[in-house]
């Protein structure tokens, strides 16, 4: 993979690193199928992408019911960073998994209702 800055913090000398995450996410909008996205990350991702991708979205739920990291391990087979690596995200990222979560109906730790300005009945 090549190095580049990361895309939730994109070097200001090179904006097309943005543009392009921006028409990615443009494009991932408008697939609103479930059909339509499995096709288009097929395409997308390898398959090992994919398996991290389905990997990390398989914890929330996990995390979501207060399993232990060891526990999620011992019943999904995904490894414990990898859990921790999303329960880090949870408690301090960009809030995308939690949004994700409420509006499949998940009640996450420390969730009381949905961050400010988030919809979470779509």
Do not use: N, Q
């Not at 990615?24 to 697939?31: D, G, N, S």
């Not at 990390?56 to 391990?73: F, K, Q, S, T």
């Not at 809030?95 to 919809?119: F, N």
């Amino acid at each position: 993979m090549k190095r580049r800055p990361a895309l939730d913090r994109p070097d200001p000398a090179a904006p097309e690193a943005s543009a392009r995450l921006d028409a990615l996410i443009e494009a991932l909008c408008a697939l609103r199928e479930p059909e339509a996205m499995r096709r288009f990350l097929i395409d997308l991702c390898t398959p090992a992408e994919l398996e991290a991708l389905a990997d990390r979205w398989a914890v929330v739920p996990e995390l979501a019911e207060g399993r232990a990291y060891r526990d999620i391990h011992d019943r999904t087979g995904i490894s414990v960073t990898t859990v921790g690596r999303v329960a880090r995200c949870l408690g301090f990222g960009a809030g995308g998994y939690r949004i994700a979560a409420e509006r499949l109906g998940h009640r996450l730790p420390g969730t009381a209702h949905a961050a400010p300005g988030h919809d979470t009945h779509r």
